[in-house]
């Protein structure tokens, strides 16, 4: 099974995107699913993500309030919603997933991941 990020694209400052995170050749199967992202000579950062078992949510501090996170069954999919997006959101992002258990400090770790997708490039400028 195959991680699918796509949705990305070009915005103006204060626009907004949807990221979609799917699985191609079966189903969106994890106990953890987190977005992360990576910017030209930068590391790879944990943006938010999303623990099945309990549903709980976490957000890196810098999209809080402006990315939510979201699971639709019927479609098996995860999504990202980036509002009020901002140039220093410019980034590939990816999606991620775990099989295994996973400590609410743990969400936003790159290592606590082992099925990657490939990125979709989100680009913020006027």
């Known amino acids: 099974v195959q991680l699918q990020a796509s949705g990305g694209g070009w915005v103006q400052p204060g626009g907004s995107l949807r990221l979609s995170c799917a699985a191609s050749?079966?189903?969106?199967?994890?106990?953890?699913i987190a977005w992360f992202r990576q910017a030209p000579g930068k590391e790879r950062e944990g943006v938010s993500g999303l623990r099945r078992q309990d549903r709980k949510q976490v957000y890196a501090p810098s999209v809080r309030g402006r990315f939510t996170i979201s699971r639709d069954v019927a479609s098996n999919t995860v999504y990202l919603q980036m509002n009020s997006l901002t140039p220093e959101d410019t980034a590939v992002y990816y999606c991620?997933?775990?099989?295994?258990?996973?400590?609410?400090?743990?969400?936003?770790?790159?290592?606590?991941?082992?099925?990657w997708g490939q990125g979709t490039q989100v680009t913020v400028s006027s």
């Open positions: 050749g079966g189903t969106l199967n994890y106990n953890t």
């Open positions: 991620a997933t775990t099989s295994g258990s996973m400590i609410y400090s743990a969400i936003l770790q790159s290592s606590s991941y082992e099925n």
